[in-house]
């Protein structure tokens, strides 16, 4: 094997390793954040409105830094911002039913329009082909 495919495994199961455990972090929370809502009902209200205040600007995290930070509409990765915020939409849904948390429409949660299939579509635009730029490298 060639140096750059022992990168490549080595990478893919760094990444799969950080994606796993990441999981684990999400699915605790959910559990925690259920658990106080059955103990104390009246929590329901306080993570609604953290959640209300906090989302719509923590969603821009997706928005690439060349984008102006306030546009609504992006296409990153060949994945338009709808389907991102669609994905991200549908995944705190499913969580919050867990925590037993009804959450308001994605118009009020999300900086942009959603796809509600999320990326289940696929890649809108074709990929683009650059030549890696080494950093120091004059052209």
């Known amino acids: 094997e060639s140096g ?8 893919g199961e760094g990444f799969s390793n950080v994606a796993r455990d990441e999981h684990r972090h999400i699915a605790f ?5 259920r658990d106080v809502v059955v103990e104390r009902p009246e929590m329901r209200d306080v993570i609604l409105r953290t959640l209300t205040r906090l ?13 102006d930070p306030n546009v609504t509409e992006f296409v990153s990765y060949d994945n338009h911002s709808s389907q991102v915020y669609g994905f991200a939409y549908n ?28 990326l289940e579509g696929g890649a809108i635009a074709q990929p683009v082909d650059i030549e890696p730029v080494l950093v120091g490298q004059t052209s």
Not at 4 to 11: A, D, F, M, P, S
């Open 4 to 11: 750059r495919e022992i990168w490549r495994v080595g990478y």
């Open 29 to 33: 929370g959910v559990r925690f954040l």
């Open 55 to 67: 989302l719509p600007e923590a969603a821009r995290v997706f928005v690439p830094y060349y984008e």
């Open 91 to 118: 995944a705190l849904r499913r969580r919050m039913d867990v925590i037993g948390v009804e959450i308001p429409g994605p118009e009020e949660l999300m900086p942009g329009p959603i796809a509600p299939r999320g």
